[in-house]
């Protein structure tokens, strides 16, 4: 079982498509996924949950309603055997007894092949969650699961921002099992740079966990009133400066996210913070793939030393 964790890893996300696009639709996206794999070394694939959920946040909007989906399960089992790709499942735990939840993780490394998992807890809008927490399922997946298999779990920066310790809560996910962490989408350096401080100062397992820094490119005006619908922390400021020009709003984001990442790279050099970090690349709704792949490329050439 390789380690697709190791060496600053890129990934991205490929979300579910809607079930009634049929397989026609499911192989037209399969097609655009090999398109990406062909062109940039990802090391992975990660896979969302999309759920039915109310808006997370009093601002922005949903452009479409939700629909179901196609199993992120079954989409995993085929990129890994089309394309030789790891594929990370993301997975709420909440919505899940734990003895149900014991029974699909196992199924889900026995039947369709999977070694990594996103454990995810309840979104505040969860009002009766009836699953363990985030904690208890990787107590869960650890006990279950074969040696090996990976488990990782969200980070919010943002939060931590806040006033809520996500240092404190990221180092309790690590010592319960977590092998690595994905950030929410993010649009501010300054969150993660106060965070990857206070995990360097007192976390001793989670300043050791691998991070994925979470960066989504944008084509619209509506990317970004969903995406704070979402609950994505994204200022007006920095809302209205990517998309005061309608034509240009990729381009304005992806100069955006260059930003960003330089910004975190540097922070970590100049305060020789050790936490291994990689990127997870989240486009939403139709991107070109020429648009990843170029951010991809550049993000790849920001030194880490």
């Known amino acids: 079982m390789g380690n697709w964790l190791e060496d600053n890893p890129v990934v991205v996300e490929f979300v579910p498509p809607p079930r009634r696009l049929g397989e026609d639709g499911l192989e037209r996206r399969f097609r655009r996924l090999g398109l990406l794999l062909e062109q940039f070394p990802f090391a992975a694939v990660n896979l969302p949950e999309i759920r039915e959920e ?135 350096a300054t969150p993660c740079q106060l965070l990857l401080d206070d995990l360097a100062e007192r976390s001793p397992r989670a300043s050791q966990t691998p991070l994925l820094i979470s960066l989504c490119p944008l084509r619209s005006k509506e990317s970004i009133s969903f995406l704070r619908w979402l609950g994505v922390e994204l200022d007006q400021r920095t809302a ?30 100049e305060r020789r913070i050790a936490l291994p970090l990689g990127l997870n690349i989240a486009p939403v709704g139709p991107m070109p793939h020429r648009a990843t792949i170029s951010l991809a490329r550049s993000l790849a050439k920001i030194p880490s030393e």
């Open 54 to 188: 109310p808006s997370r946040s009093e601002q922005g909007e949903r452009n479409t309603p939700f629909e179901p989906r196609f199993s992120p399960r079954s989409i995993a089992r085929e990129i890994r055997e089309r394309f030789g790709c790891p594929a990370i499942v993301n997975h709420v735990v909440a919505t899940r007894p734990r003895d149900d939840l014991s029974e699909w993780l196992l199924e889900a490394t026995e039947d369709y092949g999977i070694e990594d998992f996103v454990l995810v807890g309840p979104s505040t809008s969860d009002d009766r969650p009836v699953g363990p927490s985030v904690i208890e399922a990787n107590a869960i997946a650890r006990e279950c699961l074969p040696a090996g298999v990976r488990i990782g779990n969200i980070c919010i920066p943002g939060r931590h921002a806040r006033g809520v310790d996500e240092a404190e809560r990221m180092e309790a996910k690590a010592v319960s099992g977590a092998d690595f962490f994905t950030s929410q989408i993010l649009y501010h």
């Open 240 to 269: 209205e400066r990517l998309s005061v020009d309608r034509e240009h709003v990729l381009e304005r984001s992806i100069e955006h996210l260059l930003g960003i990442w330089q910004r975190i790279r540097a922070h970590a050099r």
